[in-house]
């Protein structure tokens, strides 16, 4: 009985033992290190939230406009997500979701409208005409 107990015992013991003096349980020393071993353990992306901001930031253009009037638009069009941010001057901004234009761009949301080809376009906002804006650079 006794025998069967130690057999037991070294059973569960001996593949433990293989179990050290590996180097796999070694602290990693540094975060780069910690980094690469929840990669190659499958837990995490090899790309950091940054590379990911900078690929999702590829997706965005942005543009100037100034216009007949005098205003200034700054323009993000982020196409995957078929929408533009006008902000103006006073730095009051409205999203704009894309239409479907035969040609060129058309943004539009209620009186808010930026629709145009090439680097010229027609701005309209409420309580004012209409006025004609060119794309700067």
């Known amino acids: 009985m006794r025998l069967a107990r130690f057999a037991i015992l070294a059973a569960i013991i001996a593949p433990l033992a293989a179990c050290t003096g590996s180097g796999e349980d070694e602290l990693p020393a540094t975060g780069a290190e910690v980094r690469q071993r929840v990669i190659d353990a499958g837990l995490a992306d ?15 253009v942005r543009a100037e406009y100034t216009c007949v009037n ?38 539009r949301s209620g009186p808010h409208e930026l629709r145009g080809r090439g680097n010229e376009a027609t701005w309209s906002a409420p309580d004012r005409d209409p006025t004609a804006c060119t794309a700067l650079g």
């Open 46 to 60: 090899a790309n950091p939230g940054a590379e990911i901001q900078a690929e999702d930031a590829q997706h965005l």
């Open 70 to 107: 005098g205003e200034r638009l700054s323009v993000v069009f982020d196409n995957p997500r078929e929408l533009a941010t006008i902000r103006m001057r006073d730095m009051t901004a409205v999203d704009l979701p894309q239409e479907r234009a035969a040609d060129g761009i058309w943004y």
